[in-house]
């Protein structure tokens, strides 16, 4: 019998072991420091168990790869330790799925796997992973109809539903929570109408506009780091706009701008914060001597006006306050991320969504049409049962591990789901799933009119 193993035992793996033993004869290893957790996955399923492991002793790790049971490796781990799981599934002839973004030194690795004739599928979640999926179908079928990509735009976002945006920031955690807030730090760089735009970090949340869905109203939509390079990725050299962006509710991007400036994204560790209370702490920041003090400063140099929203945010969050601090070493980052934790959390029976959106404009050139095409994906959580983020990362990824087991995707090298032979089954076995987008197309302009 085939295995199946689990490094990790996050929020999204219980749907990718739930699929594989409800679908598939596999067996299936959770392999994780959180042996309860793991546990609970598994339940108490024949063909599932769990072992203890410690990711960063590499021996051990090795140890779990490399056993002959062992057909193909799961990483749900942070994406600072997927380099090491590739090179050891490479090292033992073993396939790897992962969800997170392929980074440099992941893709450095492929030419070694296509000699050893392994597939290395990295982002095969939802963004990256259902994304790519979605923008590849569209693409090549314009492409096939005669049809040339003009511009390429995409946002997603995994955000409360409606009825449990419950607190100020219009957020809550129901995913890596590191992640989360490290990608309001990110560079980013994108074409628009043939210019190249280039956002610094430090001014990223400032670059935002305004985002409508239909059905849902309008969101705020920032840009997702470097998307130049899938101009080749999705083969649409031809684009003179192509932009990737991140979608939350309205307030979140000035906030956290301001959280910024403040100096509370700092990841800085720090050994001086014993007996500080979040007030002082923040005074620190602000080079303030006294609450009086705090919020002039706030107001004169961050131009944070005490009846401001953000103001009303941060005493909801409680960084006025003179509650003593959570900890007494790490970073301001830390700090912050532990605070937003506690009262930014999903309760019993509340519905995280999923959006996510394509919109390609094509031109037929020998019908001189140009056409817009938009394809949305809203997904939503099940009261007392799986997250939509969940959903939408784990079944992808499980439908592709037993695709690979079942020799029906038989690529290799470290690769990403834009082939045909891994987005169509995909795509088609989702739909099925309960998880699909909605394509929808509009003419923009006919033969004999103009662009405008």
Known sequence: MRTVLVLGSGRVVNPFVRYLLDETDLS???ASLDVDRASDIIGSHPRGSVKTLDV?????????????????????LPPVYHVDVAKLCIANGKPMISTSYASDQLKALSREAEQRGILILAEVGLDPGIDHMSAMKTIHDAQNDGKKVISFRSVCGAIPAPE??????????????????????????YLENGREIAISSDSLLEHYSLQYIEGLGYFE????????????TYGISTARTIYRG???????????????KLGLLNEEERDDLEHLSYRQLLEQLTGSANQDELTQNLKSRFCIDKESSIMRRLEWLGLLSDTPLPTQHGSVFSILLETMLEKMSYVEN??????LQDELIVEHLEKQETERITSTLVDYGVPGGDSAIARTVGIPSAIATKLILQGKIDLVGVRIPTDPTIYKPILQ????????????HEQLVSKNEEVI
Not at 169 to 183: M, N, T, V
Not at 222 to 232: A, E, I, K, S, T
């Open 28 to 30: 299936l290893i959770v």
């Open 56 to 76: 960063r002793d590499i021996d051990a790790l090795r140890a779990v790869v490399s056993a002959p049971s062992v057909s193909l490796v799961a990483s749900f």
């Open 164 to 189: 449990a945006s419950l607190n100020p920031f219009g957020y809550k955690f129901s995913w890596y929570p590191e992640g989360a807030l490290s990608a309001a730090k990110r560079p980013a760089r």
């Open 221 to 232: 939509n920032y840009p997702n780091m470097n998307c130049l390079p899938y101009l080749q």
């Open 246 to 260: 991140t979608l939350r509710y309205i307030g979140w991007c000035e906030t956290l701008s301001k959280f910024r």
């Open 350 to 355: 509340e519905r995280d969504m999923v959006v």
């Open 429 to 440: 076995e989702l739909k099925q799933q309960g998880i699909s987008l909605h394509e929808k």
